[in-house]
């Protein structure tokens, strides 16, 4: 089977600083052979292609664990939230943003809320080969109560939530909702469990009761796929964290109590502080909570919670593509080395997904997805940040940039 060499590299491995001089081999899908530190000989054999990479960075392709793929200037279409547009078209609206985000490095995205269920579909069409594509965790319609923040439609149009949205009230309807929800195809559910970043609902105020918390998490649990919620108070948090839920996206309110229990129950954390930030010149209350969550990020870092990245791309005036101001605002607005920042990108998004045997480092026998960068992110996360990697490989192929000339062993 034909060999790749990439000879000359500079290795971030997921978990160590960089190693200059290293050698990767990467047969089919898969790495075969790392061996780091300078001097390493490539056999010369004609089924061997070797590059040169010249010192530029070889890296985990990263994941992204909070995208909404059918968002596109969401807020602006006089029409109930996800239901903007026919189904088809937004399924090619979710394939284009995940394609922006593969060519920005992201081999991996899991979804967050779509509209009209057709992410279950785009993730078939790449897994069939019909389209290229990310590896793909996808959601499906977000769950709450009614006449929670998202619950847009008026009363009197006569017609229920649909879009984005599926009502549920009480635990069985939760139950219903989620099984429905597995049927549909998502393999991760999204709850709308608060009001709060970004959400018109104060963020005081929790939409679902435990009963229906406990049920929807429950049950996700039996059909084995992940459950996340839109929390954003304390009080909600920690029932969250108690009741089991995978992953909290946002929590505005983190605290040494949350990163306390979030250690404990190894449960995962989104925290989007990009959005936020941006919009923080129209919000002023923003900026206090931001400054909280720049001052509170490190310490939950360093007690080892398992922070992602990710966050609410396609909202309006913030949009898909923009992804490198996360990096920059988690490294130099809460002051956390890139290294950390990369190793949430890359071992903690695998091991969301429950693979981090086969992804999330550069390591004999896992999955080649990889990234080629011009420039060491490690110490100036700019170049990853502020510029598409040279190459993305996805299974040892090329799905996005191209590979420096290659010489044939
Ligand atoms: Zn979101």
Not at 192 to 214: I, Q, S, W
Not at 293 to 317: F, N, S
Request: glycine share 12%; hydrophobic share 40%; charged share 20%.
């Amino acid at each position: 089977m034909q060999r790749l060499v990439l000879t000359n590299a500079s290795l971030l491995d997921g978990e160590h600083p960089v190693v200059a001089g290293s050698t990767i081999v990467i047969e089919g899908e898969r790495i075969v052979e790392v061996t780091s530190g300078p001097g390493v000989p490539v056999p010369g054999r004609d089924d061997y292609t070797i590059i040169d990479l010249a010192g530029r960075t070889v890296m985990p392709g990263m994941g992204t664990c909070h995208f909404h793929s059918t968002y596109h200037e969401l807020g602006t279409e006089p029409a109930p939230y996800g239901s903007e547009h026919p189904p088809a078209y937004l399924a090619l609206l979710s394939h284009t943003n995940l394609m922006t985000a593969l060519r920005c490095g992201y081999t991996t995205v899991v979804g967050a809320g779509a509209g009209q269920d057709v992410e279950p579909g785009v993730k078939e069409a790449i897994e069939h080969g019909l389209v290229p594509g990310p590896r793909f965790v996808p959601c499906g319609r977000e769950l709450s109560t009614t006449g929670h923040a998202n619950d847009a439609v008026p009363w009197y149009w006569g017609m229920p939530a649909a879009g984005a949205v599926r009502i549920c009230d009480g635990p069985d309807a939760f139950r219903l909702g989620v099984r429905e929800q597995v049927k549909l195809g998502a393999e991760i559910i999204k709850l709308f469990v608060t009001g709060g970043h970004g959400v018109m609902a104060p963020k005081a105020r929790t939409e679902m009761t435990a009963d229906e918390l406990g049920a929807a998490i429950d049950t996700a649990h039996e059909r084995g796929v992940l459950i996340r919620g839109h929390l954003t108070n304390k009080k909600a948090i920690m029932l969250a964290i108690e009741l089991g839920i995978d992953i909290i996206d946002h929590c505005d309110d983190m605290d040494r109590e949350i990163i306390d229990a979030c250690v404990a129950t190894n449960t995962f954390v989104v925290p989007s502080i990009y959005f936020p930030k941006v919009f923080a010149p129209f919000f002023p209350d923003n900026e206090a909570e931001l400054a909280r969550m720049y001052e509170i990020l490190p310490e939950a870092e360093a007690a080892g919670v398992r922070l992602l990245l990710g966050d609410d791309y396609g909202a309006m005036g913030f949009p898909h593509g923009s992804y490198g101001g996360e990096l920059h605002s988690y490294v130099e607005d809460a002051g956390i080395a890139a290294l950390s920042v990369l190793r949430w990108a890359t071992v903690n998004a695998a091991h969301l997904l429950g693979r981090g045997d086969e992804l999330g480092t550069v390591e004999a026998g896992k999955l080649a997805d990889i990234l080629i960068v011009d420039g060491d992110p490690s110490r100036d996360i700019g170049v990853l940040a502020d510029r598409e990697p040279v190459a993305v490989l996805k299974g040892g192929q090329v799905v996005a940039g191209c590979l420096p000339t290659a010489s044939t062993g």
